[in-house]
């Protein structure tokens, strides 16, 4: 191949060195602004399904429906043991699992009350517990209490308890009868991704599965924790699959692929509402099909930033444009010479169009390498736990996550742009007739 | 054979509405290996023949034979093609390109495509002609970094690199001074003889014109003077008669 083309190319951009390092700046720029967006939406996603996970348990879950004599519907697994079967068979690795029964009750404390969500796991085996949340006070040793409650900092301070006291729950059991219950305080939390702290509030599944009516051995969900958040769509199928073929009644999953005036967990929780069945029917879901929403606030940041990317190169694809005409009169009599010692009108526009190429590559590049240098800044900073930007925040931080097919995607949109941008004055310098471009006096 | 023939060749140029004739309708041959000078005031229509006898300007009618060929018709790309494999090209001010360094600057056309230099001969071929035009400690030096008389001897030894047939000179030194311009000339008379190239060089300058074998003398856009060897060449084809096909 001939490389003297683009080798001219390449040092005419050296050639003038404040219209490169101008051009190449602003292309920088855009590509900053652009991959700042896309690293921030592309851990977005990530962080909040992360955050979710575990403030629910797990990346794939597994929940059971069936109807009381009454005509109830309650949710509940009562016998896991083909579940479990079905997930050694599917063949998947998975990190954890955690049996959740949860109600909402009435905490009440001399005098003060304040309503929570209680969720009842296995206390004294949770590792999700000790490693997501930290203590104020009291001591993990109390998570062997049978009738230890864990609440966070701020229910805490409404009703005014310390670890030890005991509390009075009141709620409904499954069946739908009023109940009352006594939790100790076993201990007080606050944790780096807070919110979750502050909202959930952990009980033993045993001692709750007793006050609402279930048996021992019973929950209402399996959350299945995985090594990797992004697994979770490949495990619940194959889980799925399993759990069909071991002839369990299943939810159909693909009513995820719905119409999309709802998110694919609400097509699937209706169709569950509309129908009715015998014995116990089971749901596969992942915390990604919960967060559906949030998956479109990525869309649209992703859209935004394509729209943005353009609108910002149009404005700088003006200015490379008209740079790359002037460049051209500038160097109207090289044209004019090279065409006479035997370069083609083609070559002569492929010359100009190595140019752009380049100045378009290291603009980018540069772009790319400034935004990962602002993103390792941001991410430096550690945010209030109390933050209600909780969610989108990795332990407290800002965190980004830039695809790399979209990195390579908005090079390559800059290259294509800033070619198109040359185009027209790349063609009228090969166009140019050689004698023409010679008597041309600069 | 001459190795070019012009045949009745016109030229006008077209400012707005107004035709302005430059080369009237004249026929010449130029024969193989000669060293020719194509003299006449501004303005008397020297760097438009040899434009066209370069191939980058066409005539309004008439015919241009080079080596041969009929160049009447050619595309655009055969003619480049052309340019590039028989011409070699000499400018008023060197139009060297910015960029490469002097020996850069003579590869440069061999870079281009096929020409009668095989690939393994390049290097050897490049400095003998650097050593030839007296640049040889000179080779990684760009063209800002020279003088006048050194662009000019590094535009002859990339005009020749090719070994084409013919090399044209548009007033190679109009803008030397008149001791460089001599040199200049002395060059290309030397090449001239050493390797048979046709050496065609359009001038105003008297002193200059005098070296060349045969002397075509222009005024006003046709021929005044055709002499070759101190003798007057006879006309081909009647002035103002143009071949129309």
Do not use: C
Request: aromatic share 8%; proline share 3%; no cysteine.
């Amino acid at each position: 191949m001939n490389t003297v083309l683009p080798r001219i190319a390449a040092r005419n951009l050296l050639r003038q060195k404040k219209r490169t390092i101008l051009l190449a700046g602003a292309i920088a720029f855009g590509i900053m602004i652009v991959t700042l967006i896309n690293g921030f939406a592309g851990s977005f996603i990530q962080n909040v399904s992360e955050n979710f996970a575990y403030l629910l348990g797990g990346h794939v879950f597994v929940s059971g429906s069936e109807y009381t004599a009454s005509g109830r519907r309650i949710s509940v697994i009562r016998d896991d043991s083909v579940i479990m079967q079905a997930l050694s068979s599917s063949g998947q690795r998975w990190a954890s699992l955690q049996k959740t029964s949860e109600t909402t009750a009435t905490l009440i404390f001399e005098g003060k009350s304040i309503r929570q969500n209680l969720t009842g796991i296995d206390l004294a085996h949770s590792t999700m517990l000790k490693e997501r949340l930290a203590l104020i006070n009291g001591s993990w040793d109390n998570l062997a209490w049978p009738n230890a409650i864990i609440v966070s900092q701020s229910v805490a301070k409404k009703l005014n308890v310390l670890p030890g006291d005991t509390i009075v729950a009141q709620f409904q059991t499954v069946t739908g009868q009023n109940n009352v219950g006594e939790f100790r305080l076993a201990a007080v939390t606050v944790d780096s991704t807070s919110f979750i702290g502050s909202i959930m509030t952990y009980v033993q599944l045993d001692y709750l599965n007793s006050l609402i009516g279930l048996g021992k051995g019973e929950y209402m969900s399996l959350g299945i924790m995985l090594d990797k958040l992004d697994r979770s769509e490949a495990f619940a199928t194959s889980l799925y699959t399993s759990m069909k073929g071991m002839g369990l009644k299943l939810f159909d999953r693909s009513t995820r692929e719905s119409d999309g005036s709802m998110t694919p967990f609400q097509a699937m929780i209706q169709k569950q509402n509309s129908e009715t069945w015998t014995g116990t029917k089971y749901r596969v879901y992942t915390v990604d099909d919960v967060l559906a929403q949030a998956k479109q606030i990525v869309v649209a940041l992703d859209t935004g930033s394509v729209a943005i990317l353009i609108v910002l190169f149009a404005i700088v694809m003006i200015g490379i444009s008209n740079s790359f005409r002037m460049a051209m009169y500038e160097r109207i009599r090289e044209i004019g010479t090279m065409r006479a010692v035997g370069v083609q009108r083609g070559e002569i526009r492929s010359m100009f169009l190595y140019e752009a190429l380049f100045l378009a590559l290291a603009g980018a590049v540069v772009g790319i390498i400034l935004a990962l240098i602002v993103m390792a800044i941001l991410s430096l900073i550690t945010f209030d736990p109390q933050s209600p930007v909780f969610l989108i925040l990795k332990r407290g931080h800002l965190s980004f996550y830039l695809p790399p097919l979209r990195a390579l995607g908005n090079i390559a949109i800059i290259a294509v742009l800033t070619l198109v941008a040359v185009y027209a004055p790349a063609n009228a310098a090969a166009k140019m007739p050689p004698a023409e471009a010679l008597r041309t006096v600069k | 054979m001459p190795i070019i023939q012009l045949r009745s060749v016109k030229k006008d140029y077209f400012l707005g509405k107004v035709i302005v004739p430059a080369v009237k309708g004249i026929s010449f041959s130029i024969e193989r290996g000669d060293f020719v000078s194509i003299a006449g005031p501004s303005g008397s229509g020297k760097s438009t023949i040899l434009n066209m006898i370069g191939l980058i300007d066409t005539p309004t009618s008439g015919e241009v034979i080079i080596d041969g060929k009929n160049t009447k018709g050619l595309s655009d790309q055969e003619l480049t093609r052309f340019r590039h494999e028989v011409l070699g090209f000499i400018f008023q001010s060197f139009n060297l390109i910015p960029v490469l360094n002097v020996w850069e600057n003579i590869e440069f056309p061999l870079l281009l495509g096929k020409t009668r230099v095989p690939k393994n001969e390049w290097k050897s071929w490049i400095d003998f002609l650097i050593g030839e035009v007296g640049l040889g400690d000179w080779r990684a030096h760009k063209p800002n970094e020279l003088s006048g008389g050194q662009r000019q001897r590094v535009a002859i030894a990339r005009a020749l690199v090719t070994k084409p047939s013919i090399v044209l000179a548009d007033e190679p030194t109009a803008n030397l001074d008149s001791a460089t311009g001599e040199q200049i000339i002395d060059l290309m008379k030397k090449i001239n003889r050493e390797i048979q190239t046709t050496f065609i060089f359009s001038t105003h300058d008297a002193k200059i014109v005098n070296i060349a074998d045969h002397i075509i003398r222009l005024r006003d856009g046709t021929i005044i003077e055709n002499r070759r060897n101190g003798e007057d060449v006879a006309e081909e084809g009647a002035v103002d008669t143009p071949v129309e096909d």
